[in-house]
Antibody, heavy 122, light 107 residues
Framework: EVQLLESGGGLVQPGGSLRLSCAAS????????MSWVRQAPGKGLEWVST????????NYADSVKGRFTISRDNSKNTLYLQMNSLRAEDTAVYYC???????????????WGQGTLVTVSS | AIQMTQSPSSLSASVGDRVTITCRAS??????LGWYQQKPGKAPKLLIY???NLQSGVPSRFSGSGSGTDFTLTISSLQPEDFATYYC?????????FGGGTKVEIK
């Protein structure tokens, strides 16, 4: 059974940093690209970032480029999102999601974690 | 970035109704589109991938169609558990972009 479990969310002041983790199990982690998707309170879904299975290729939304860094440790089956220079508008539930194909880094997200809440406020 | 225009933003329907939700892409995206269902406080769930393929375990009353710029999600006979918000997502290229969502409410 595929499981994705996020952690690391919390309250942080504007300008601060936070690192999210997503522990994966139930599939061959290194074979699949992984992504982060966020949802601000009461709003829709926003794609944040994707990393290839090997970790050699990354993509970011313009809204987080230069501030957020996606990475993965395939030996630990864990995905990360390092978030720096946080702003109030980064407040959201952050979901990790597994890409459903090994062929490409794009593709539908077939499994999602339960989400972790990040609140940026003074 | 490719813009995904989803309509309607909300709708009211009764159990047993046929429901149709559309997404229009600002440029052609082949069939690189997925449909997701989200219930309050829960993570999204994949319903349809590659525009028309039913994800494993999803009831057959859900179907998707379209290619290029115009896409449709259809629920053939709405069930009580289908009241939720639905999103489309283009995975043709980066940045990946979601539609604005359609909230399906009980009439």
């Amino acid at each position: 059974e595929v499981q994705l479990l996020e952690s690391g969310g919390g309250l942080v002041q504007p300008g601060g940093s936070l690192r999210l983790s997503c522990a994966a199990s139930g599939f061959t982690f290194s074979n699949y690209a992984m992504s982060w998707v966020r949802q601000a309170p009461g709003k829709g879904l926003e794609w944040v970032s994707t990393i290839s299975g090997s970790g050699g290729s990354t993509n970011y939304a313009d809204s987080v480029k230069g501030r957020f860094t996606i990475s993965r440790d395939n030996s630990k089956n864990t995905l990360y999102l390092q978030m720096n220079s946080l702003r109030a508008e980064d407040t959201a539930v952050y979901y990790c999601a597994k890409v459903g194909t090994t062929v490409t880094t794009t593709g539908s997200f077939d499994y999602w974690g339960q989400g972790t809440l990040v609140t940026v406020s003074s | 970035a490719i813009q995904m225009t989803q309509s309607p933003s909300s709708l009211s329907a009764s159990v047993g109704d046929r429901v149709t939700i559309t997404c229009r892409a600002s440029q052609g995206i082949r069939n690189d589109l997925g449909w997701y269902q989200q219930k309050p406080g829960k993570a999204p769930k994949l319903l349809i991938y590659d525009a028309s393929n039913l994800q494993s375990g999803v009831p057959s009353r859900f179907s998707g169609s379209g290619s290029g710029t115009d896409f449709t999600l259809t629920i053939s006979s709405l069930q009580p558990e289908d009241f939720a918000t639905y999103y489309c997502l283009q995975d043709y290229n980066y940045p990946l972009t979601f539609g604005g969502g359609t909230k399906v409410e009980i009439k």
